[in-house]
Structures are given as structure tokens and as C-alpha cells.
């Protein structure tokens, strides 16, 4: 079964939700997110998504497309990032996932690409800017590599669409929760009440729903629970805090700032 | 080869719709006002009534006598979009989204723009028809094209500087479509050229079919037959596909221009049919200038309105089956070819349409006298006399 799959149903059966932790790999350096991903595991953090630069992240926000921007200057690219991923692989379980956009799979090959990834111990791909219409070879590759293939669904996609999008959806479906690029600071909207509460009743357990873009504290990540959510993802508050700190500090305080969020995915 | 319209918004394998999630609904909403209107008659009559009274309607094809008999070959043509009201052909294309736009009763419209060419176009199409509208422009493009930011602020815009990345025309389409995602249900995104997620590709191409549709009927008038070639400069692609798509089914030899730069052996160019690889940006699969791994390369041109990473999808599509011949003209050679049309012929051309003129230049021999090349004549030089000139003093430096 696959990690992902197993990982939400062991949580499942602690009565936990699950909380979902994003960072852009070779941001601020190599070290710096490998003592990111030591300070998300020592934190709690059920599953890692680890973006991998693209030069035209359209649709990250500036905190996103700032880290995206400065780990390709440093020199990340496909080697060195599957390298990151086998050392990361080395420290935990966890479920890895990877977030990217098309063309960087697309230009490789999508199943030259995938299989490289998941060798690594890469477990899921999320891309923003993959349509269903266009996925076929995509979900072909994902499928003979038996990788998850998530999905992101928006709160105007229409039923029917979030129907035919649950269909070739594996792991989780990934809820935007705004109208927005990632790391948008909002409050919450009833927008985004009303698309959880219509998607769960259209997944129908088929699925986890986990909620992301503009989380950023675990008051809200506490909120969205409460409404349905079945993970909770954050990334640009992780890069936030990472921005702001020496390298030597990065692992306690991304750990201190885990916990934190991991509380309140833990029901009372 | 004439794909009318592309099914699932493909040209062979190019095109289609890689996007976010959140704009799913968006362009699917835009291609069904699309397939309404276009053949709506009001909207073709005031559309009609916009492009003659105001932009100017149609523009003249005028024989170059003097190009001519200096080159000693083919009859060359030109077709003035560069008299178009703003002096370039973008206003075809403005005018038709923008009209388009207020019949969705969209309230507000955002656009991209590299030189500042579609952007001041998009501005006038606006102030025109009542809409607000806000255009991204990468900064550096800010910096290099202040008037053109004046111009646009003077006609009504605010003009949005983005900071990221190269901070030129494919961040400003970054940036432009992270606005769409954000204000999804009010805003209009009026995209420049023949390029981005379908509809876009197709609406824009029949938008400045205009261009060809005249061509095709002012030549049958002149020279009682269709031109034995066509030939426009490519950036995103849309003067050119305007120009091809109404004469593909023709006898006509068709070449599309791209910017050679310091040449398409260095790294220093825009020339993505030449040199580039298939590959997903902005929505569409085409062919980009990118690395090995998909990261997307800086460009350079001249011409800033060439200074683009990708190409339309149909184009791609008709490289891949030959119908068209892709090829480039260097920054020198475009820079002498603005020259010799300014003092041959008495006109300007715009620094992007000067690649097609030097291609002519270098072809026309090839025909016989009786043959009659038409040049797509895509904008006006005004814009870049002092880019020419800074040029121009940078080469005597040189050779000093
Ligand atoms: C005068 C002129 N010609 C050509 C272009 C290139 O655009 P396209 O290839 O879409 O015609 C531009 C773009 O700004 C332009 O201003």
C-alpha cells in the first residue's frame, strides 16, 4: 500500500489528523533544508512535501518564489535535489512528496522523471499547473511507478469536475483554500468554509482532504480542522521563519514551530 | 494545416490548457463567450466600427518601389499595421478582448506587457470602451521603457513594476496570471499575443486575422493573385499567425522571423522555433528556450518585443509540418534593415518588424520580377529611434 495511503490511516486510527510540511528544497542552502526536514521530523509533521525550483513558479506567492529563486542561484537541480532526497530518506519514514511544476517532468519524461524520483524515496507529486485534461501520460507513468498522484482542487471547481479529479487521485486531494498563490495572509474566508464542507460531502471518505495555501499559525490550522479538514498543508510560513534565521537554529526552531501546529491536529 | 478551431485546444501535439486549478473555470467561461460572440453580429458590426473609426482600418499595402528596385527581385509589399492608431498591429487584438471582456461584464482588466506596446494598446482599447485596467511590466522593462509607462499612465492605467526573477515580459505574464488566480471572478485577463493557456491561442489569432484577410483581398485587387510569399516577425506570434492563418491553404511561401540576437549560437537571443525544445509555460505546450532540466533561459533581442522565452502553439505546429519556414535575423542585421526602410522608403519600422524586413532584404533576389513578396509591416519605429541610436554610437565606439 502506499505510504501515504497507510501514513493517513494510521493516523486515522490515533484519532489524529494529519499536518503537512512544505519546503523548497536547497533553500536557504542544502544544509539549511536538510536541517529544516530534522527540525519537521523531531517536530511531529506527518508528511514532507519538498518543492523543487522551477524558474517560473506561477502559482507561488513572493515568499515561495523568493526561496525558489535563491535555491537555483545556489545551484539546485535534479541530481543534486535526488541526492537531498536519498539523504533525507536515510533520517525518516516519512512520506515524501513532491511539488514541482509540469515542464521539469515534462522535459525529462514523465516516466524517466518519476521513476528516477521515486527511487530516491519520493512517494507522491503534486503540480500545480497539471490539468487533468492534459494528465494522461502523466497518471500513465504514475501508475506503472506506483507513485500518488494529488491533485489540487480550487473553491470554484465546479462538483462534477471535483468528481472526475477525486478519479485519478491518489494519497490526498489537495483543497486550495483561497483565491490566491500560495502564502496568501487572509483571514478566513466563508468561501472556504463552504468548499471544505462541500468537498467532504463529495469525497465521501473516498479520500483525505488535506487544506493549504495561507495557513500560516495553528489557530487557523485548528479552525480548518474543525471544519472537515483531514490534513492541514503549510509551507510558506515554514519558509517564513527559515528566512529569518542562522543555520544554527533552523532544526530547534522549524521543530518548535511543528509542534505547535502538530498540537492541534491531535484531537482532545 | 488550417486548424479552424483546435479541438481540446490542441494544434497536433501544442497548445492545450496547463494551468492552476482556479483558473479552470475562468477559461472555460472565456471560451464560451468566445464561441458566442465571434459570430454574433453586433459584436462583429461594433468590433467592425471599432478597428475602422478608431484604430484605423484598414491599413494600406503599400508597393515599396524604392526597396524594391534597390534589391532587384521580387515586388516587395508592405502591409502598414504600423498606421494603426497606438502604431502597432496590437490594437487588433486589444480591441477585440477588451470588447469581448465588457460583453462578459467583466469590471476589470489586467494585461502584461514587455516593451509596452500591448500595454499601452490594452490602455487605449479600454479608455475607449470604459474599462479600468492595470498592466504588469517587469521592472528592468520599466527602466528601459519609461515613456511607454507615462503613455499608458496618461491614457488610465496603473502600471504594476514586478520585481521577480529576469523582471522582463515572462515574469510580467508570471505575475499578470497570479492577479487572474487572485481576482478570478471579476477580472479579464487580455493576454498580448497568440500564446498562453486555449482559448487564448486561437482567439487571438482570429482577432489579427485581419491582417491576413486584407492582405489577401488588397493583393487579389493589386496584382490580381494571392502574394507568392508572406513574411512577419515572430515573438509571441501573433502578427504573424494574423498574417499566415487566412493564406495557409494557399500557394504561399510563409516565413516567420525570430530574434537571432548576438546570434543563436551564443546564448544571447530569442529565437525559440530555431533553437528551442518542446516544453510547458504559460499555460501551453510549445517550443521555449530552456536548459536541460525545463528551467526556462533569460532571452535577449533587441527588439524587446521579441524578447520572449516561448512561441504560440500553432506555431510549433507549423514548424513540425514544414508549412512555414522558421528562421532568424541577427540584432545587426535587423538594425541595418531599420535603416534602409527609413531611408529607402521614408518609414520607420518598429525595431520587431525590422526582422522581417532584413529577411525580405535577403530573399527578394531569390524570386523573379514577377513575383510579390508581402512584408507584415507590424509597428512603427518611433518607440526605439533612441535604442537604434544608442546602438548605432556603441558600434563607432567599437571600432575606435
Ligand atoms: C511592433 C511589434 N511587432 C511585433 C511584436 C511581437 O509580438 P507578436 O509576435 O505577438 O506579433 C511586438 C510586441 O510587442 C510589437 O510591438
Not at chain 1, 523568493?66 to 545556489?74: P, T
Not at chain 1, 471518505?205 to 495553528?218: A, L, M, R, T, Y
Not at chain 2, 477559461?27 to 459570430?39: G, M, P
Amino acid at each position: 500500500m502506499s505510504k501515504i495511503k497507510n501514513k493517513f490511516l494510521e493516523l486515522k486510527s490515533k484519532k489524529q489528523k494529519a499536518l503537512i510540511a512544505y519546503v523548497v528544497a536547497g533553500y536557504p542552502n542544502e544544509n539549511g533544508t536538510l536541517s529544516a526536514i530534522r527540525g519537521l521530523v523531531k517536530g511531529g509533521a506527518d508528511i514532507i512535501e519538498l518543492g523543487l525550483p522551477f524558474s517560473d513558479p506561477l502559482a507561488d506567492g513572493p515568499v515561495i518564489q523568493n526561496a525558489s529563486y535563491i535555491a537555483l542561484q545556489k545551484g539546485i537541480n535534479l541530481s543534486k535535489f535526488l541526492s537531498l532526497v536519498k539523504k533525507i530518506r536515510k533520517e525518516t519514514d516519512l512520506p515524501l512528496v513532491l511539488m514541482t511544476y509540469t515542464n521539469l517532468l515534462y522535459k525529462q519524461g514523465y516516466d524517466k522523471f518519476i521513476s528516477l524520483a521515486r527511487k530516491a524515496g519520493i512517494n507522491g507529486f503534486i503540480l500545480p499547473d497539471m490539468a487533468i485534461e492534459e494528465a494522461g501520460e502523466y497518471l500513465k507513468a504514475i501508475r506503472k511507478n506506483k507513485a500518488d498522484s494529488i491533485f489540487l482542487i480550487s473553491p470554484n471547481t465546479s462538483p462534477k469536475r471535483i468528481k472526475k479529479i477525486v478519479s485519478v487521485s491518489s494519497g490526498f486531494l489537495y483543497l486550495v483554500s483561497v483565491f490566491g498563490t500560495t502564502g496568501k495572509k487572509e483571514k478566513i474566508q466563508q468561501y472556504t468554509i463552504d468548499a471544505i464542507k462541500n468537498t467532504k460531502k463529495l469525497v465521501d471518505g473516498k479520500i483525505p482532504i488535506g487544506v493549504g495555501f495561507g495557513i500560516s499559525n495553528p489557530k487557523q490550522a485548528k479552525f480548518f480542522i474543525k471544519k472537515g479538514a483531514d490534513a492541514i498543508i503549510i509551507g510558506s510560513a515554514f519558509l517564513r521563519l527559515i528566512e529569518k534565521l542562522p543555520q544554527k537554529d533552523i532544526e530547534t526552531k522549524i521543530a518548535q514551530f511543528t509542534r505547535s501546529l502538530k498540537a492541534v491536529t491531535i484531537s482532545q | 494545416m488550417k486548424i479552424k478551431y483546435p479541438k481540446a485546444g490542441k494544434f497536433g501535439e501544442f497548445g492545450g490548457r496547463y494551468i492552476p486549478e482556479t483558473l479552470v473555470p475562468a477559461v472555460e467561461e472565456l471560451e464560451e463567450a468566445y464561441l458566442k460572440f465571434k459570430n454574433d453580429k453586433d459584436f462583429k458590426n461594433e468590433l467592425d466600427y471599432y478597428l475602422r473609426e478608431y484604430a484605423g482600418r484598414p491599413t494600406p499595402l503599400y508597393f515599396a518601389k524604392n526597396l524594391t528596385e534597390k534589391i532587384g527581385g521580387a515586388k516587395i509589399y508592405l502591409k502598414r499595421e504600423d498606421l494603426l492608431h497606438g502604431g502597432a498591429h496590437k490594437i487588433n487584438n486589444t480591441l477585440g478582448q477588451a470588447l469581448l471582456a465588457k460583453k462578459m461584464k467583466k469590471k476589470r482588466i489586467i494585461a502584461e506587457t514587455g516593451a509596452g506596446q500591448h500595454g499601452v494598446a490594452t490602455a487605449m482599447a479600454c479608455a475607449a470602451l470604459g474599462l479600468p485596467s492595470e498592466i504588469y511590466m517587469g521592472y528592468k522593462d520599466t527602466q528601459r521603457q519609461k515613456l511607454n509607462v507615462f503613455r499608458m499612465n496618461l491614457l488610465g492605467s496603473s502600471v504594476h513594476p514586478v520585481m521577480e526573477g529576469t523582471q522582463t515580459l515572462k515574469n510580467a505574464i508570471n505575475e499578470a496570471i497570479r492577479d487572474w488566480i487572485t481576482n478570478v471572478k471579476t477580472t479579464y485577463y487580455l493576454l498580448g499575443s497568440a500564446v498562453g493557456p486555449h482559448p487564448y491561442p486561437v482567439m487571438v489569432r482570429d482577432f489579427q486575422s485581419v491582417i491576413g484577410n486584407e492582405i489577401k483581398s488588397q493583393m487579389k485587387e493589386i496584382e490580381k493573385k494571392i502574394p507568392d510569399a508572406v513574411i512577419a516577425c515572430v515573438g509571441g506570434g501573433s502578427n504573424a499567425i494574423g498574417t499566415f492563418y487566412p493564406l495557409l491553404d494557399e500557394d504561399t511561401e510563409m516565413f516567420g522571423i525570430e530574434a537571432g540576437g548576438e546570434g543563436i549560437e551564443t546564448d544571447h537571443h530569442s529565437a525559440t522555433l530555431n533553437a528551442g525544445s518542446k516544453g510547458v509555460l504559460h499555460g501551453m505546450l510549445t517550443y521555449l528556450l530552456q536548459d536541460r532540466e525545463g528551467q526556462i533561459l533569460d532571452t535577449h533581442s533587441i527588439a524587446a518585443g521579441l524578447d520572449y522565452p516561448g512561441v504560440g502553439p500553432e506555431h510549433s505546429y507549423l514548424k513540425d509540418n514544414k508549412r512555414v519556414k522558421y528562421d532568424s535575423v541577427s540584432d545587426q542585421n535587423a538594425i541595418d534593415a531599420f535603416l534602409t526602410l527609413a531611408k529607402y522608403e521614408g518609414i520607420i519600422p518598429a525595431l520587431e518588424s525590422s526582422h522581417a524586413v532584413a529577411y525580405a532584404i535577403k530573399i527578394a533576389r531569390k524570386f523573379s520580377k514577377s513575383n510579390s513578396i508581402v512584408i507584415t509591416l507590424s509597428g512603427r519605429g518611433d518607440k526605439d529611434v533612441e535604442v537604434v541610436e544608442n546602438y548605432l554610437n556603441q558600434n563607432v565606439k567599437n571600432k575606435k
